[in-house]
């Protein structure tokens, strides 16, 4: 007799957690076309909008910092900041202690519209949520999160450039 059969709580333990992982799947393709429409909104490519996604959360980055956030080389950063100073929505500041640096920021007005367009998306959904008690989104925060930084570990050990 080789295994133990399975309980009905264990059954229901792995319908369960296959069901996150069908949740996590929908949430992530449903933030992709997010995306997709978010940065075809604004005439730009997906990689200029994580770009802006973290200028937003950054105020001024170097481009060595961009790079690690968005997860590209040194040399695809300075064309991606290159096509978004043409486009007027970053602008490149030399920094007064080191002229050799370089800081990248949104341009204000530039920031205050991808603010609103990020906003709007945020409100959807904060409208969804918004008729959950303290009780279950402290549940529903307490899932995600976790999930969230184990997706995000194994994205890193997959990297080409983990080492």
């Known amino acids: 007799m080789g295994g133990e059969a399975k309980t009905c709580g264990e ?14 799947r929908l949430i992530h393709g449903a933030m992709d076309r997010v995306d997709t429409a978010m940065a075809e909104t604004l005439g730009i490519n997906r990689s200029d909008l994580r770009c802006l996604y973290h200028l937003i959360e950054n105020e001024a980055s170097t481009p060595g910092e961009i790079a690690a956030a968005v997860g590209l080389t040194s040399g695809s950063v300075t064309a991606m900041l290159d096509r978004l100073e043409c486009q007027g929505l970053v ?8 002229r050799r640096s370089v800081a990248i920021s949104l341009v204000p007005e530039q920031r205050v519209m991808v603010t609103g367009v990020m906003e709007r998306k945020l409100s959807t959904i904060l409208d969804h949520f918004a ?7 402290a549940r529903l925060a307490e899932a995600l999160t976790p999930y ?11 990297s080409p450039r983990a080492t």
């Open 11 to 24: 059954d229901a333990k792995l319908l369960h957690l296959q069901q996150v992982m069908d949740a996590g």
């Open 91 to 98: 602008v490149r500041i030399r920094r007064c202690t080191d």
């Open 131 to 137: 008729s959950l008690d303290d009780a279950a989104l």
């Open 148 to 158: 969230a930084a184990i997706i995000s570990s194994i994205a890193d050990e997959m």
